[in-house]
């Protein structure tokens, strides 16, 4: 009987072993017009799980114009907080060079759309085109700006692949390294004035 234990025990820890060390796919495509998203397909060897889901909530013109409403909220707060969100996208884009810089991490990432403002579009524009120098050779990262949309709106493909065990250890490091105290304070900012 001591024996059985110890031999499901050891099976369960190569097991836990296997999924830290294997590489691991992701592939997700979102859609912000439909009311469906794309499939969510993970794959680690040999093992592949998909799953796809519909929205309940249904696009509305009311909607749209409490997004538009906001919309100068969020711009504001933005402009107020810019030193917190330049310290965040820095230890965002450290995280994900610390994910790529690892032997078998990769990611592509295709974005479309615009955010409902030209000024804050082109804002998310210049910041993706100085972070693609930053990411190295392992991460493709595409934006088609749309500087005519009224409301936030787009798509997104993320492709990705890294292993369990790394990604931990960045993770860790990024909450480590995130300005937590000034986040609550945005947060609090942003859900008091809409």
Excluded at 34 to 61: A, E
Excluded at 64 to 78: E, G, P
Excluded at 138 to 157: E, N, S, V, W, Y
Excluded at 170 to 189: D, N
């Amino acid at each position: 009987m001591h024996m059985l234990a110890v031999i499901i025990s050891g099976i369960f820890l190569l097991l836990i072993i296997y999924m830290l060390f294997i590489p691991v796919g992701i592939s997700f495509q979102y859609c912000s017009e439909s009311v469906s998203s794309g499939p969510l397909v993970i794959r680690f060897y040999p093992f592949t799980i998909s799953h796809s889901w519909k929205s309940s909530r249904k696009p509305s013109r009311t909607a749209n114009a409490v997004q538009a409403k906001t919309k100068s909220n969020y711009w504001r707060i933005l402009k107020e907080d810019l030193v917190t969100v330049y310290q965040v996208s820095g230890v965002c884009l450290q995280f994900l060079k610390g994910m790529l810089e690892r032997k078998y991490h990769f990611a592509r990432i295709s974005l479309q759309g615009g955010l409902g403002a030209p000024d804050i579009t082109g804002l998310l524009t210049g910041l993706l085109a100085s972070a693609k120098p930053a990411l190295g050779k392992k991460c493709a990262l595409i934006f088609h700006p749309d500087f005519t949309t009224l409301t936030p709106q787009g798509r997104m493909k993320i492709e990705a692949g890294f292993q369990i065990y790394g990604f931990l250890m960045e993770t860790m490091w990024l909450f480590g390294r995130l300005p937590k105290m000034k986040l609550i304070r945005m947060y609090r900012k942003l859900t008091k004035r809409s």
